[in-house]
């Protein structure tokens, strides 16, 4: 079955940039979502078609895709993008989520 | 504003049955294809099934294939999780959410916790 490899955490300062990276075999043929959750809330889209954000999302959130590695950066962190992140893609009939990555706010 | 709201979580003992809810609001509910993803105690995020909007096309995780079934009344604007034969494993939150460009969005969760 297909697998998303993500670190387990990445930490950064405020006002720094946090990139998070997901591995997956051929990645970059696929389109990759990202979405953050927070501790005891629902997960929350930040990210679809690899780049584009949803409304409302800041635009220190971005995406890209290529090659077997899909990346978020947040440029500028704050200290409320402290949370989880997963990737997801879609194989062979059925969608896979990342292992997850915990943002730590120094 | 879209919302879900899912319901039908509980305690049940491993081999047993649930079935959960996911009641739509603020949007056309049978123009999307919709997706239950769980996540377990201090785990990450599983997906596990997903319906066409026509209700035509079923999709399942291999870890929950056979047991689960998927399903949807659009009348209704209700997605609905059959699931049998419960193991200790499925013990989670399960989140219904509306797929378009992604999911979004997501509802608050139900609690299934399955044990003897």
């Known amino acids: 079955s297909y697998e998303l490899t993500q670190p387990p955490s990445v930490s950064v300062s405020p006002g720094q940039t946090a990139s998070i990276t997901c591995s997956g075999d051929k990645l970059g043929d696929k389109h990759v979502c990202w979405y953050q959750q927070k501790p005891g809330q629902s997960p929350v889209l930040v990210i679809h078609q690899d780049a584009k954000r949803p409304s409302g999302i800041p635009e220190r959130f971005s995406g890209s895709n290529s090659g077997n590695t899909a990346t978020l950066t947040i440029s500028g962190t704050q200290a409320m993008d402290g949370a989880d992140y997963y990737c997801q893609a879609w194989d062979s009939s059925t969608y896979v989520f990342g292992t997850g990555t915990k943002v730590n706010i120094l | 504003e879209e919302q879900l709201l899912e319901s039908g979580g509980g305690f049940v003992q491993p081999g047993g049955s649930l079935r959960l809810s996911c009641a739509a609001s603020g949007f056309t509910f049978s123009n999307y294809a919709m997706n239950w993803v769980r996540q377990a105690p201090g785990k990450g995020l599983e997906w596990v099934s997903a319906?066409?909007?026509?209700?035509?096309?079923?999709y399942f995780a291999d870890s929950v294939k056979g047991r689960f079934t998927i399903s949807r009344d659009n009348s209704k604007s209700t997605l609905y999780l059959q699931m049998n034969s419960l193991r200790v494993e499925d013990t989670a939150v399960y989140y219904c959410?509306?797929?378009?460009?992604?999911?979004?969005?997501w509802g608050q969760g139900t609690l299934v916790t399955v044990s003897s």
């Open positions: 959410a509306k797929e378009f460009e992604g999911f979004y969005p």
């Open positions: 319906i066409s909007y026509s209700g035509d096309r079923t």
